[in-house]
């Protein structure tokens, strides 16, 4: 079985500071993780994604992620964060080669206050 | 090009009611996906379509939910004798493929209340 945990539901920083949103998963086999980010009112798009080759992978709007085996994380890092940053973030998790049952963690909310 | 479009956006209806949830997703994509998406839980798998194969329905928490999709195109996710947990966003979300990589596109979400 795989699953994921979100250490933090809520983070709140301050406009230009970096942030990390932490994520850990647990799987009997390799994994591919998904970071998911849903804007106020708006569905859910994809952030990033590591499938493989190098660990450390770069998403839009400046977020990247580093996927640490030995450690079973994949932390979502951002080195200076904007207002319009503020969204609800998800990681998520597939292994056993099919993309359907994609389990996504609860949630991290990330507020950026100026 | 256009998303995955969900209707209605939002729904309000009395225990006890059946109510049909409406997924259009992105032309040519053959896979298709509905999600539960509870107040402060992540997402919970309920269904998955994928071409003409039979769809896994391994995720619907009870005979009371139901799904059909038409060849590669509408899904309809309907709900029988709704009860006040079934409150929650439905999320639906189509991909390119079932290949692992594949990005999940999702739609807005239903938003339904069971009073």
């Known amino acids: 079985a795989q699953s994921v945990t979100q250490l933090d539901s809520q983070v ?16 009997s086999v390799s994994v591919y993780l998904f970071w ?12 990033l994604k590591y499938l493989s080759g190098s660990t450390l992978v770069k998403g839009i709007n400046g977020f990247e992620a580093e996927f640490n085996k030995s450690q079973t994380s994949f932390h979502l890092r951002k080195p200076s964060v904007h207002i319009s940053d503020t969204a609800e973030y998800f990681c998520a998790v597939n292994s056993g080669g099919s993309n359907y049952k994609l389990t996504f963690g609860k949630g ?4 950026v206050n100026p | 090009g256009a998303g995955v479009s969900q209707s209605p956006s939002n729904k309000v209806t009395e225990k006890g009611k059946d109510v049909e949830l409406r997924c259009d997703p992105i032309s040519g994509h053959t896979a298709l996906y509905w999600y539960r998406q509870r107040l402060g839980q992540g997402l919970e798998f309920l269904i998955y379509f994928q071409g003409n194969s039979a769809p896994d329905k ?27 947990e079934d409150s929650a966003v439905y999320l ?24």
């Open chain 2, 92 to 115: 639906c979300a189509s991909s390119l493929s079932q290949g692992s990589g594949s990005p999940l596109h999702f739609g807005n979400g239903t938003r339904l209340t069971v009073t």
């Open chain 1, 36 to 47: 998911y980010v849903q804007y106020p009112n708006q569905g859910l798009q994809l952030l």
């Open chain 1, 108 to 111: 991290t909310l990330l507020t």
């Open chain 1, 12 to 27: 709140p920083v301050f406009e230009e500071a970096p942030v990390e949103l932490r994520c850990n998963y647990s799987s």
């Open chain 2, 58 to 84: 391994s995720g619907l928490p009870s005979d009371r939910f139901s799904a059909e999709r038409t060849g590669e195109s509408v899904s309809t996710l309907t709900i029988q004798r709704t009860q006040q």
